[in-house]
């Protein structure tokens, strides 16, 4: 009898993923009636697929992986108390992280599960007789290949199966690449190019084999010295991009931060990403990561703060400052910094109404105002109706005279690990429908946008034949296209390329790919000076291993776990 190996370790996924989060689906999920007709059949079918991804791409698991790991996000043990975790973060950060790590045991077991899920509705969808299942059929079928190229990004390797009862073959390299390559293939005729962008798409496929052709180089050897890039990948990583560009379906947002606002879902820019909506209970908790414990973003929300998590390191906040020397970047950037609370620039600013408070977004710096909280409640000025913002203190920590003021050192030693210490990331938006208002937003968690369409095609036609002059007209069309627009690129390389990916996509789940695929993920920044190729992909978590142990060989550690 055939060991049902994937079986066993989708079981064990759901039973952990459950345990340890509540996420209730405002969806049809599998039919729990007999009197539902065949379109509400395909919704409760379909609808899981994409139902893990708000816990994949919450503020730990997929950022701690991407972000983290990187030179732009740190994690200290926050005052010796805080976000210790048992050196997660710290090793996350320092490239010495192990197969036991827990984030990296959720984002496994979260991948497999929406996979099962694909898997299942691909198994059930075509006996289904409405006309929506034919598309529901391609989505889950491209949602099977979105996430072979997650594992294949973070683990190195793909899951190959048609039933969940079976025994998967794994693969790994040029064949996971082509595998991935030729599913996305199959399900773009039968894709609709107009659901939105919660859903996959023509257009969301195209932009994800752009991104699939432009690692392919290192997908095909991920421990190669110096990754080999194609000239026939990056044609077909042009010819994508143009296809989404001559659409002109997506347009860039003169408003950068309009992008990550509560309201995103009907942003043009948004290509392909996570349905936060609040009418769907909205998961996004990015908003509140970064924050100090003595922020308080929404008036109607007194416990509704901060959790001083992650900041930038000093060396990502340097790509900044070097670029606009002597202009300070919030002043020459639209991309760093939007200040909407005017006592940070008029401090006789004092008394603001509900509707009119609103944090300031982007990269936080120096000494923060906000709401003033004593005894559980705000303050309000003298009328009794606005509220009274000012300095900001570390009250929640019990230390009301130490000031919440950002410094650019962080790092972890004593000093840097204080509750204030790294200039903070605030690039969603706290939610204004949330029924908590902490850490269930409804800003969609951007996948695909078409900012990233113009990056990508810009690297492939320099990467390809060095043409400096379209790589450069596409970059400085992203720029040009915000609100008072940084100053126009005079000249461009694959290293100023790879900055100024870093001050469009920061925080956005991108940075450990595009430091790996420039050449980047073995270098030193704060904290990290671990120069180990082996890291670029990340262990196969033990359980995993442990679960497959009576086959032998079946599912091999990466190298040096």
Same mark, same amino acid.
């Given at each position: 009898?055939?060991?049902?190996?994937?079986?066993?370790?989708?079981?064990?996924?759901?039973?952990?993923?459950?345990?340890?989060?509540?996420?209730?689906?405002?969806?049809?999920?599998?039919?729990?009636?007999?009197?539902?007709?065949?379109?509400?059949?395909?919704?409760?079918?379909?609808?899981?697929?994409?139902?893990?991804?708000?816990?994949?791409?919450?503020?730990?698991?997929?950022?701690?992986?991407?972000?983290?790991?990187?030179?732009?996000?740190?994690?200290?043990?926050?005052?010796?108390?805080?976000?210790?975790?048992?050196?997660?973060?710290?090793?996350?950060?320092?490239?010495?992280?192990?197969?036991?790590?827990?984030?990296?045991?959720?984002?496994?077991?979260?991948?497999?599960?929406?996979?099962?899920?694909?898997?299942?509705?691909?198994?059930?969808?075509?006996?289904?007789?409405?006309?929506?299942?034919?598309?529901?059929?391609?989505?889950?079928?491209?949602?099977?290949?979105?996430?072979?190229?997650?594992?294949?990004?973070?683990?190195?390797?793909?899951?190959?199966?048609?039933?969940?009862?079976?025994?998967?073959?794994?693969?790994?390299?040029?064949?996971?690449?082509?595998?991935?390559?030729?599913?996305?293939?199959?399900?773009?005729?039968?894709?609709?190019?107009?659901?939105?962008?919660?859903?996959?798409?023509?257009?969301?496929?195209?932009?994800?084999?752009?991104?699939?052709?432009?690692?392919?180089?290192?997908?095909?050897?991920?421990?190669?010295?110096?990754?080999?890039?194609?000239?026939?990948?990056?044609?077909?990583?042009?010819?994508?991009?143009?296809?989404?560009?001559?659409?002109?379906?997506?347009?860039?947002?003169?408003?950068?931060?309009?992008?990550?606002?509560?309201?995103?879902?009907?942003?043009?820019?948004?290509?392909?990403?996570?349905?936060?909506?609040?009418?769907?209970?909205?998961?996004?908790?990015?908003?509140?990561?970064?924050?100090?414990?003595?922020?308080?973003?929404?008036?109607?929300?007194?416990?509704?703060?901060?959790?001083?998590?992650?900041?930038?390191?000093?060396?990502?906040?340097?790509?900044?400052?070097?670029?606009?020397?002597?202009?300070?970047?919030?002043?020459?950037?639209?991309?760093?910094?939007?200040?909407?609370?005017?006592?940070?620039?008029?401090?006789?600013?004092?008394?603001?109404?509900?509707?009119?408070?609103?944090?300031?977004?982007?990269?936080?710096?120096?000494?923060?105002?906000?709401?003033?909280?004593?005894?559980?409640?705000?303050?309000?000025?003298?009328?009794?109706?606005?509220?009274?913002?000012?300095?900001?203190?570390?009250?929640?920590?019990?230390?009301?005279?130490?000031?919440?003021?950002?410094?650019?050192?962080?790092?972890?030693?004593?000093?840097?690990?204080?509750?204030?210490?790294?200039?903070?990331?605030?690039?969603?938006?706290?939610?204004?429908?949330?029924?908590?208002?902490?850490?269930?937003?409804?800003?969609? @968690?951007?996948?695909?946008?078409?900012?990233?369409?113009?990056?990508?095609?810009?690297?492939?036609?320099?990467?390809?034949?060095?043409?400096?002059?379209?790589?450069?007209?596409?970059?400085?069309?992203?720029?040009?296209?915000?609100?008072?627009?940084?100053?126009?690129?005079?000249?461009?390389?694959?290293?100023?390329?790879?900055?100024?990916?870093?001050?469009?996509?920061?925080?956005?789940?991108?940075?450990?790919?595009?430091?790996?695929?420039?050449?980047?993920?073995?270098?030193?920044?704060?904290?990290?000076?671990?120069?180990?190729?082996?890291?670029?992909?990340?262990? @196969?978590?033990?359980?995993?291993?442990?679960?497959?142990?009576?086959?032998?060989?079946?599912?091999?550690?990466?190298?040096?776990?």
């Amino acid at each position: 009898m055939k060991k049902k190996i994937y079986l066993l370790m989708m079981l064990f996924s759901v039973s952990f993923i459950e345990s340890c989060t509540k996420l209730e689906e405002q969806i049809l999920d599998e039919t729990t009636t007999t009197i539902l007709n065949q379109k509400q059949a395909a919704d409760g079918i379909i609808a899981p697929v994409y139902a893990r991804l708000p816990d994949l791409f919450n503020h730990t698991n997929l950022f701690a992986a991407q972000e983290i790991s990187t030179d732009e996000a740190i994690l200290p043990y926050r005052g010796g108390t805080d976000w210790g975790d048992n050196g997660i973060y710290i090793a996350m950060h320092q490239h010495t992280y192990q197969s036991t790590d827990p984030n990296l045991r959720s984002v496994w077991l979260l991948i497999q599960q929406g996979m099962s899920r694909a898997i299942t509705a691909m198994n059930t969808l075509p006996t289904n007789t409405d006309p929506s299942a034919k598309t529901y059929l391609a989505e889950a079928r491209g949602m099977r290949a979105y996430y072979s190229m997650m594992t294949l990004d973070l683990f190195g390797l793909v899951f190959v199966k048609e039933d969940v009862g079976e025994t998967s073959t794994i693969i790994r390299g040029e064949e996971a690449f082509q595998y991935v390559k030729n599913e996305f293939l199959a399900v773009e005729p039968n894709l609709d190019n107009a659901v939105g962008p919660g859903r996959l798409t023509k257009s969301a496929v195209w932009g994800l084999l752009a991104r699939l052709y432009l690692n392919a180089g290192v997908y095909r050897d991920i421990y190669a010295d110096k990754a080999n890039f194609k000239s026939e990948d990056m044609d077909k990583a042009v010819e994508y991009c143009d296809k989404i560009i001559n659409g002109g379906q997506f347009q860039l947002s003169k408003d950068y931060f309009s992008i990550f606002g509560s309201d995103n879902h009907s942003n043009k820019e948004l290509i392909f990403a996570i349905d936060q909506r609040a009418e769907l209970n909205g998961n996004n908790r990015l908003a509140y990561f970064s924050l100090s414990g003595d922020q308080f973003p929404l008036t109607e929300f007194p416990v509704a703060n901060g959790t001083d998590g992650p900041a930038i390191t000093s060396d990502f906040y340097r790509t900044w400052v070097n670029q606009y020397a002597p202009i300070d970047p919030a002043n020459a950037d639209p991309r760093f910094y939007k200040q909407n609370m005017s006592i940070y620039s008029n401090p006789s600013d004092s008394c603001v109404s509900a509707t009119d408070y609103n944090i300031n977004r982007g990269i936080l710096r120096g000494q923060q105002y906000g709401l003033i909280r004593r005894n559980g409640v705000f303050l309000k000025c003298k009328d009794g109706k606005n509220f009274k913002v000012g300095k900001l203190f570390n009250d929640s920590r019990n230390k009301s005279t130490l000031p919440v003021e950002f410094t650019e050192q962080v790092d972890f030693t004593t000093a840097g690990s204080n509750y204030s210490t790294g200039f903070r990331v605030e690039k969603y938006e706290f939610s204004k429908k949330s029924a908590s208002g902490r850490n269930f937003g409804d800003a969609d @968690i951007v996948i695909l946008r078409l900012a990233d369409i113009y990056m990508m095609r810009a690297e492939a036609k320099m990467r390809k034949s060095n043409d400096v002059s379209s790589a450069l007209a596409d970059v400085n069309l992203v720029r040009a296209s915000r609100t008072n627009p940084a100053p126009m690129l005079k000249e461009m390389s694959l290293d100023i390329l790879f900055k100024e990916r870093g001050f469009e996509f920061y925080w956005e789940h991108q940075r450990r790919t595009d430091m790996i695929r420039f050449g980047k993920y073995e270098g030193t920044w704060t904290e990290k000076n671990n120069t180990d190729k082996f890291k670029r992909i990340f262990p @196969i978590p033990q359980t995993a291993v442990d679960g497959a142990s009576n086959l032998p060989g079946y599912l091999k550690q990466n190298q040096s776990y």
